[in-house]
């Protein structure tokens, strides 16, 4: 029968400083929030209380590099101790949650642990998460490779919610490992369960491997992180540039329509460079991530057997830089080919503009030709009131349009007639506009 001592549950999470359009006086502000409410959380769950300058360090993001909050407490029948740690690196925030109970559990009751640790564990806030690893461990006093194995699976099953198997096993300080990824890309989510073969090996564990291996998960998951970005930015790409195709006869197409090809256009372009921007990401980190495993090689047993964190550097070196770089190779000639339509666009764009606003300037002056004529009209009809009254022609024409002026009243004849003057003139200017531009054209 299985026997776990000490059983830990680790959680690493990693949030960029700076995501793709939020600044990083943003993401602080947003992050220490979270931060903040970890303290409280505690308080709530365990009835734990920290001093205000625990608080003000763990706070601290740009003064104090590293930062804990300790615990201990009741959970649910459990007396469990641990930390929330927190690191302020280059250029991410990292969180590593660590709960554990100084005793030996059998399976059952190491998943009644999980569960109940799980309520401790941080929810990170909307930000640029790029990944998350759970890690399981702990020394066993009994049990077989198949009790072990049965217990990693489980551990998945309570973490992940969903059946699944290890995609990969290895051995790490003579102990078993077993390693859970997330059925899609963008879970971008790891479980690793690491049964140790007695207490020495945890603490040598503690001492000379657990900054490596939170480094060498950073690197691991921004490649991950990366490439998922790689496939959304080709996604949008693709659908930019047959929108933008789509709208190539520019002659029939509107002003704002034009105006909305510009903008995907120029969304055409900053994709681009964010998908080249991921493809650097992605050569930089596996570089990261070879030169930190071969450091924890060198430091490990020779009975150590490391394979399954080659695999994964040998597996995204050959196909993730290749996929991406393909990606970019292929939507740079449709760059050039948008480039020049870009110039046509603009082009049009500034013909409509120009056209709209000589057609604005046109009307201003068709309706001041109006309104001064109207104007002048005005002044000049109460001499001759009655004159125009006389005419049944005039009368007819202001009884017809404008029937809404009292009859035989002086103002009906002198306003009926002032705009009726406007709107002929106004129309006698338009004709004149109209066929003066087209004598021009010719």
């Known amino acids: 029968m299985l026997k ?42 365990l009835n734990v209380s920290f001093t205000s300058e625990e608080k003000r360090k763990f706070l601290a993001l740009n003064e104090v590099e590293v930062a804990d909050l300790a615990f201990t407490g009741n959970l649910s029948n459990h007396q469990v101790k641990g930390r929330y740690r927190r690191w302020n690196v280059s250029d991410n925030y990292q969180l590593l949650f660590d709960g554990y109970v100084d005793d030996k559990y059998e399976t059952a009751k190491v998943i009644k642990l999980i569960e109940s640790l799980q309520e401790l564990s941080p929810k990170l806030p909307k930000l640029e998460n790029i990944g998350q690893t759970w890690m399981l461990s702990g020394w066993l006093e009994s049990g077989t490779d198949a009790d072990a194995e049965e217990l990693a699976k489980q551990a998945y099953k309570c973490l992940l919610k969903k059946d699944g198997v290890p995609q990969a096993s290895g051995e790490f300080l003579s102990g078993k490992v077993f390693e859970f990824w997330g059925d899609k890309i963008e879970d971008n989510l790891q479980l690793l369960v690491i049964l140790y073969p007695d207490d020495a090996a945890c603490k040598e564990w503690a001492k000379d491997f657990y900054l490596n291996c939170q480094d060498l998960l950073c690197f691991r998951h921004k490649i991950i992180w990366a490439y998922e970005n790689s496939l959304l930015l080709k996604k949008r790409l693709v659908k930019n540039y047959n929108q933008i195709v789509a709208m190539r006869n520019t002659s029939r197409l509107t002003l704002p329509k034009l105006l909305e090809a510009m903008g995907k256009l120029s969304e055409f372009a900053i994709d681009l460079n964010y998908l080249e921007l991921q493809y650097s990401t992605i050569n930089v980190n596996l570089e990261k991530y070879q030169d930190k495993l071969t450091e924890m090689q060198a430091k490990a047993r020779q009975t150590d057997d490391l394979k399954f964190l080659q695999e994964f550097h040998d597996t995204a070196n050959k196909n993730y830089p290749r996929q991406v770089k393909k990606d970019i190779d292929n939507f740079r000639p449709c760059l050039e080919i948008l480039q020049s339509l870009t110039d046509t666009i603009r082009g049009t ?11 604005f300037q046109n009307i201003v002056g068709i309706v001041g030709v109006g309104l001064s004529t109207g104007g002048t009209v005005a002044s000049a009809s109460a001499n001759y009131k009655t004159e125009i009254e006389a005419n049944p022609a005039i009368n007819a024409a202001i009884n017809t349009l404008f029937p809404f002026f009292e009859p035989g009243s002086g103002l009906r004849i002198i306003m009926g007639f002032t705009i009726l003057s406007g709107v002929a003139t106004s129309l006698v200017t338009a004709i004149i506009i109209a066929v003066w531009s087209r004598i021009f054209r010719r």
């Open 4 to 45: 776990l001592v000490d059983p830990t549950l680790n959680l690493f999470t990693y949030t960029l400083k700076q995501g793709l359009g939020v600044e990083e006086s943003e993401t602080r502000k947003t992050y220490r929030r979270f931060l903040a409410g970890l303290s409280e959380q505690l308080h709530e769950k």
């Open 349 to 359: 764009v500034e013909i409509r503009k120009a056209e709209s606003d000589r057609t």
